[in-house]
């Protein structure tokens, strides 16, 4: 496509602001690629911006959950309650643990999972409830906190698409439960790959850090500095790279504009789509959220999908249901809100290429697509 197709045209892509490649070049040059004192300067930048002791840093946001829940302690026989809408990368990460997904019903209205549903799908194998914050919405679990407390199960979230959020007076991350995010090329916040956990004490931290490196325990001067190195427990390589951080670095700096930016186009979004008929905006709270996704419900969606696309505007779908999803077949539960739900979601492009006008373009096809414009 040539740099005149209009960006509602486009799939996201990573949002840079201009100071990333130079960020870049400087740790090539410096020749240090793996977790270095840039890695570490972004974890600390980050855990700043959110208002929290400690950040770790890993490969991906998918790291973030597997680490979170080993730390956490999930492992075989246990059950982690999560929702069927969701990226399968959420799914995986439990099966990573050799844990179970019980997987639960989402409200149609937020994408986000009740809980009542989380209460009623406690078993005496729940270890862990993972919600995730559908678009960046934060989900308040109060209600239920001491239920989980009695019973031992801890809450970790899946903040992937919620980096910058508000969860009451706090962002998302500083709420006190173990929390995840990712990093990716189209995340609020990118490195190209990355993740971050919120860990909850000194002592998760530490465990998460030894985790991501290969159960080894040692600064990289202690390792350069000794004949040796002590490895003492389990571990995977999922250490962030010096050459994503500096990524995330740069961006972070400017991240208003960021927040500012996907407000503003997902508020052009509701004024456009307000009343049309046949067509729900699903409601990311967006006052305090920095939106990830523009999502709506349709009927016939299969048909819109295709009309959209013959228009040349890039929908997708977030997400199929992972219950029906054949690697998970054998956690399948009956959840027909789940399967209703997955067969009217719709995301518009949002993005931040996009403009208010491609906004008010994408909103005037879908009425087209629908049925409900003139
Ligand atoms: C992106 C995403 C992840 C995984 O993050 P990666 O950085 O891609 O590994 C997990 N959960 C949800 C909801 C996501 O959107």
Redesign the pocket.
């Not at 990712?182 to 090329?185: T, V, Y």
């Given at each position: 496509m040539n740099s005149s197709t209009p960006e509602y045209r486009r799939n996201a892509t990573p949002f840079l602001y201009g100071q990333e490649d130079k960020a870049v070049a400087r740790v090539l040059e410096a020749g240090q690629y793996g977790h270095t004192e840039v890695t570490e300067e972004f974890e600390q930048k980050v855990a700043a911006f959110l208002g929290v002791p400690d950040a770790v840093a890993v490969?991906?946001?998918?790291?973030?959950?597997h680490t979170a829940l080993l730390a956490a302690g999930i492992g075989p026989g246990h059950e982690v309650i999560v929702p069927s809408l969701?990226?399968c990368?959420?799914i995986q990460?439990v099966l990573a643990c050799g844990a179970a997904p019980r997987f639960i019903e989402v409200s149609p209205g937020t994408l986000c999972i009740e809980p009542d549903a989380a209460v009623e799908a406690i078993t005496p194998a729940t270890r862990a409830v993972m919600p995730?914050?559908?678009g960046g919405r934060a989900i308040d679990l109060s209600s239920i906190r001491s239920t989980l407390d009695e019973q031992d199960i801890a809450v970790i979230e899946?903040a992937?698409?919620a980096f910058g959020s508000y969860n009451g007076p706090v962002r998302v991350g500083g709420t006190g439960d173990l929390t995840?995010f990712?990093?990716?090329?189209v995340?609020n916040l990118t490195c190209g790959?990355?993740?971050m956990v919120i860990p909850r004490t000194p002592e998760e931290a530490a465990t998460i850090r030894r985790l991501r490196l290969l159960g080894v325990v040692a600064s990289q001067a202690e390792r350069q500095a000794a004949t040796s190195y002590r490895v003492e427990g389990f571990g995977l390589r999922y250490q962030l790279s010096s050459i994503n951080a500096a990524i995330g670095l740069a961006q972070l700096p400017r991240f208003k504009t960021t927040e500012i930016k996907r407000q503003e186009l997902w508020r052009a979004y509701r004024a456009a789509l307000h009343r049309a008929k046949g067509i729900t905006l699903v409601d990311v709270d967006v006052d305090r959220t920095v939106p990830?996704l523009c999502v709506v419900r349709v009927a016939d969606r299969e048909a819109v999908f295709r009309r959209m696309l013959a228009a040349r505007i890039a929908v997708g779908v977030?997400?199929p249901p992972n219950h029906l999803q054949p690697a998970f077949a054998q956690w399948w539960r009956s959840l027909p809100v789940t399967e209703q739900i997955g067969e009217e979601i719709l995301s518009l492009p949002f993005h931040q290429h996009m403009t208010e006008d491609d906004v008010y373009h994408v909103a005037a096809a879908l009425k087209l697509a629908t049925g409900s414009g003139r």
């Open positions: 490969t991906s946001g998918t790291a973030a959950l969701t990226f990368a959420t990460a995730v914050l559908f899946d992937a698409h995840c990712s990093f990716g090329p995340k790959q990355g993740g990830h977030h997400y």
